[in-house]
């Protein structure tokens, strides 16, 4: 079992994606940002590889305005040779790229104008994919569209527009249940009918149950599978949790480890690729592949210490103490508890005592070869959170500054500048 994320790596500056407004556009511009975009798409994929991340979905904006008629630029040809490179790199090490095209590429409209913008846009997904290098299993996923006041009528249009695309589009289509139209029984459906690979979304799949719902989870997961053919790939699914047990479909902070734990032991077929749904990204992809390996090395827990330590030690001064004391015994990590006492921290209620102590700790890295201006700018800082008069984001950017200043890399890469809050 292969875990992924989707599109945004948390945790680096290095790794941001830009854009263009449309007013604005123009080929020098666009080159720019669409450099730039390829060398965060690197970064993310040199960290996947550190971190045995093995299924990643690439964002739609990495190359901006791409189906947009003002865009006329060759980008496939000017950055051919470092689009290969950068497909070799993701191929060399095993990883499972795919895209996703946004809410408004709707080949089921009832609109001409949609079902041609959306084939284009679906044509501009296509040829990223195909200027990597990637092979078919690489896919791009479509929600079936709109129900337009008549659910059959507009499965039929999704079905026979599809037959219409280019093969080269076809051969990466996959279809995907959504949470308020097309439930994984429609979607199946329409499967059997063109032929199309299905993603089983769990989320969406507890919100807009099909209407007998005669199956499980885990028997519809199971259908699913079996509409995935060998050049496609293994089977691939979306995992998500809710947001506090929100109906709307909101995306949870992270993945609850006991909960995930309990989806995974109920999966009859494990060799199947699951791609997260989750704010936090590629720190619950990690979390969720240390909880299912059988063989975990102290070593992968103490390298996420490493780069939590400082926000749990700004929540939660027990918690810290008890992972410390987990951490010591070294011949049998526990993933699960380890996990357990983060997100307990990540629930936390900010103290300002609890966050003193961790800026206190910090700052140890900076007392002897700051100056005597930073010395006292820090002193000031510290002060006037103590009193309500300064943020505690003002006192975090000030020593991300000297973290950044002095090459402190150990602070750099802590996840206390990504996930604290105000």
Same mark, same amino acid.
């Given at each position: ?13 290095k ?27 690197e ?131 996959i ?9 994984v ?41 079996r509409?995935?053919?060998k @050049? ?40 199947? @690729?699951?791609m ?27 390298r ?29 990590? @526990? ?46 800082l ?41």
């Amino acid at each position: 079992m292969s875990i992924g994320y989707a599109c945004i790596h948390m945790g680096s500056t290095k790794t941001k994606l830009s854009t263009i407004y449309l007013k604005n556009f123009s080929e020098e511009k666009f080159l720019a940002i669409l450099d730039s975009n390829l060398k965060a798409l690197e970064e993310i994929i040199n960290y996947n590889i550190a971190n045995n991340i093995k299924v990643f979905r690439i964002s739609s904006d990495i190359v901006p305005l791409a189906s947009h008629p003002i865009n006329t630029v060759p980008w496939w040809d000017i950055y051919r040779d470092r689009l290969i490179t950068l497909g070799k790199l993701i191929k060399m090490n095993g990883i499972r790229v795919s895209m996703h095209p946004g809410q408004y590429t709707v080949i089921n409209s009832i609109h001409e104008n949609v079902i041609l913008k959306s084939i284009e846009d679906l044509r501009y997904h296509t040829r990223f994919l195909d200027s990597l290098g990637c092979d078919k299993s690489s896919k791009i996923v479509l929600h079936i569209g709109g129900i337009y006041g008549d659910k059959e009528l507009s499965i039929q249009r999704f079905i026979d527009n599809y037959k219409k695309l280019d093969s080269s589009i076809k051969n990466r289509l996959i279809i995907e249940n959504d949470d308020k139209s097309y439930n994984v029984e429609d979607v199946l459906y329409i499967s059997e009918q063109a032929n199309i690979p299905v993603v089983f979304d769990t989320l969406h799949h507890r919100l807009n149950p099909p209407q007998d719902n005669k199956y499980n989870q885990y028997e519809w997961l199971e259908l699913c599978g079996r509409s995935w053919h060998k @050049d496609d790939g293994k089977q691939k699914i979306h995992y998500s949790q809710s947001a506090n047990n929100y109906k709307n479909g909101a995306h949870s902070k992270y993945i609850k480890a006991s909960t995930f734990l309990d989806f995974y032991s109920n999966l009859k077929n494990k060799d199947i @690729d699951i791609m997260l749904e989750v704010k936090d990204k590629n720190l619950s992809a990690i979390k969720c592949s240390l909880l299912i390996d059988d063989d975990l090395k102290i070593k992968y827990l103490e390298r996420e210490w490493a780069r939590y330590k400082y926000y749990v030690l700004s929540n939660s001064t027990k918690n810290y103490q008890a992972i410390r004391a987990l951490l010591k015994d070294k011949s049998n990590p @526990d993933a699960l508890k380890f996990y357990s006492l983060i997100e307990a921290s990540l629930d936390c209620e900010i103290t300002k005592n609890a966050q003193i102590n961790a800026i206190e700790h910090m700052w140890g890295y900076f007392k002897k070869e700051s100056t005597e201006n930073e010395k006292k700018s820090f002193l000031k800082l510290l002060q006037g959170y103590k009193e309500n008069t300064k943020t505690l984001s003002s006192i975090r950017n000030f020593i991300y500054r000297l973290s950044y200043k002095y090459s402190i890399e150990y602070l750099l890469d802590s996840l206390y500048f990504y996930i604290s809050e105000d």
